[in-house]
């Protein structure tokens, strides 16, 4: 998670300042990056929707659905974010 928030980061950072001969080559590869990511989130948040529904303890059911809230935030702020920077 660390890494997805620290290619945001990347990516917002270089679309402030376009001017510097390296921003262009950062930007899009923070924007791969995150597209990656954002792929790899679907495909964890599925995961876990579907080892969630088989769980019977309201504890272990209760993390799932936290973990899934967490990356679906993630998701939403990875897309608006790749969205944003490539218009």
Request: proline share 2%; hydrophobic share 65%; charged share 10%.
């Amino acid at each position: 998670m660390i890494v997805v928030l620290l290619f945001n980061l990347l990516a917002v950072v270089t679309y402030l300042i376009p001017e510097q001969p390296w921003s262009e080559f950062v930007l899009v590869l923070s924007v791969v990056m995150i597209m990656l990511f954002v792929f790899v989130i679907l495909l964890e948040w599925t995961w876990l929707h579907h080892m969630g529904k088989a769980q019977e303890d309201a504890a272990v059911k209760a993390k799932y659905n936290r973990a899934k809230l967490i990356y679906t935030v993630l998701f939403v702020m990875g897309f608006l974010i790749s969205y944003w920077i490539l218009l």
